[in-house]
């Protein structure tokens, strides 16, 4: 059976994310005209959201009293995700992103820099007055986590000997704790202490799952997609899972092509990059992991009470992985 986003995922929540919406645009409002306009670039160039709508159903499968906090809670998610998509682009020199112009690339770097620290600095804003000392503990603690990742990632970059224990602390880092930041926060919204850990567990595999089917997806797609996506991590030197794999499954020529690839960036040996590691079995070892993770996470949601808003988690889980199906 197919999974409806809309349908399955997104109509449990669809009016709290119809007001978390305009606390968005209410958020990013600025007396400074650029600051505004950026913003609101960036933010319109989102993707679906995933962040806040996890945000608004573990809220909800924790029964929160209050959605009104939920919903800000959800836009401050989305903020902190946009601003790290801002710098993000930055740091990669990205001119697109899904399709549409970067903030760095319609304005400059010193512009998007500024801004996305101004996103930051307004989500917290925001999170103050949600009153809550716990809460601002364990953005501020994941904030730093956050880009702590990020910077692991860079220091992982042209460096061959990575290994997967270092790929998933990079990865909790740069994808899964902004996930967790938007599930525990619910159960600290909602006031229920015990929800705190499996929803924080949900959401760390959860994001595990879904930044290793990313890396899977990028040797899998078409050949115009395949060849931009994995030739934009090639030239930066990023070892990811499916490359940290090949490695452990090669020997002689192929293996030192992979190494070479990864220690000096660049796409003369694309092709043969994208070969080896389809035929090194590095994918269906990726995607055994990423079955992993999504049982884990689905598990681990099973200490809540049973909800149309529980089932929907799990929908959006079984969701991410079917992309590899």
């Not at 007396?31 to 909800?60: Q, T, Y």
């Not at 960036?265 to 990059?273: A, F, I």
């Amino acid at each position: 059976m197919a999974i409806d986003f809309k349908l399955d995922i997104l109509a449990p929540v669809a009016d709290d994310f119809a007001e978390m919406d305009r606390l968005i645009n209410e958020g990013i409002s600025s007396k400074v005209a650029l600051v505004m306009s950026v913003s609101k670039h960036v933010v319109e160039a989102g993707g679906k959201r995933m962040r806040p709508i996890m945000c608004l159903l573990a809220a909800h499968a924790c029964g929160v009293p209050d959605m009104v906090q939920a919903q800000k809670l959800a836009a401050i998610i989305e903020m902190l995700h946009t601003a790290t998509l801002v710098h993000d682009d930055v740091v990669d020199e990205s001119g697109l992103r899904r399709g549409k112009p970067t903030a760095n690339a319609t304005w400059n770097n010193q512009t998007a820099v500024l801004v996305g620290d101004f996103l930051i600095s307004r989500a917290f804003d925001l999170l103050v007055d949600l009153n809550s000392m716990v809460l601002l503990k364990d953005f501020s603690t994941g904030t730093c986590e956050i880009a702590e990742g990020e910077v692991l990632q860079l220091q992982a970059q042209h460096q061959p000997d990575t290994n997967e224990a270092t790929y998933l602390s990079i990865i909790h880092g740069k994808t899964s704790r902004l996930f967790e930041l938007a599930t525990e926060g619910a159960a600290i919204l909602a006031g229920k202490d015990e929800y705190r850990e499996p929803l924080r567990r949900f959401a760390g595999h959860f994001g595990n799952a879904f930044q290793i089917i990313d890396d899977i997806l990028d040797y899998t797609s078409d050949a115009e997609t395949l060849g931009k996506n994995i030739g934009d991590d090639l030239m930066e030197g990023k070892p990811t899972l499916p490359l940290i794999s090949a490695l452990q499954n090669t020997q002689g020529e192929q293996h030192a092509i992979i190494r070479r690839s990864i220690a000096t960036g660049g796409v003369s040996e694309l092709q043969d990059v994208i070969a080896i590691v389809q035929s090194s079995g590095a994918l269906e070892y990726c995607q055994q992991r990423a079955h992993e993770e999504t049982g884990h996470a689905i598990a681990a949601l099973h200490h809540l009470p049973e909800s149309p808003y529980r089932q929907a988690l799990i929908n959006l889980a079984q969701m991410a992985l079917h992309r590899i199906q």
